[in-house]
């Protein structure tokens, strides 16, 4: 039993990071550009424009997405109460696999909104 609820605890440290992290880039990301926190990207680093809208925008993002993924990542563990440790272990290693590639692919929709945002050398694009 003790198994299953550590796997549990760890299976939600992902989007409870996603949850918290998400917050402090989307409302407290640092005033100067820094390569030790926030979304560090080529294209998010070009200025502080670039730099406060891509952690605007990814924060958004990892706060939305921890949320979806808090309460399946519980349920999910739930029909496995009283499986074996091999079988939980498994069930485990696919959810944190699929979350992290959540939190990844983060990365494709915060470049392509800065792309349509910003110019490559980082300058805002006119609006029509």
Known sequence: MWFWYFMLICDLLVPLAMIIGGWVIWKHSSRKISG???YCTPRSTKNID???????????LWWKAGWIMLLPSFVLHL???KSSE????????ILCTVQCMVMLLTILPTELALKRT????GLPREKS
């Open 118 to 121: 910003f110019t490559d050398e």
């Open 86 to 93: 091999g079988v939980i272990g498994t069930v485990s290693l």
């Open 79 to 81: 029909p496995f109460y």
């Open 50 to 60: 670039t730099w406060k809208f891509a952690n605007e925008y990814c924060g958004q």
């Open 36 to 38: 030790h926190s926030g």
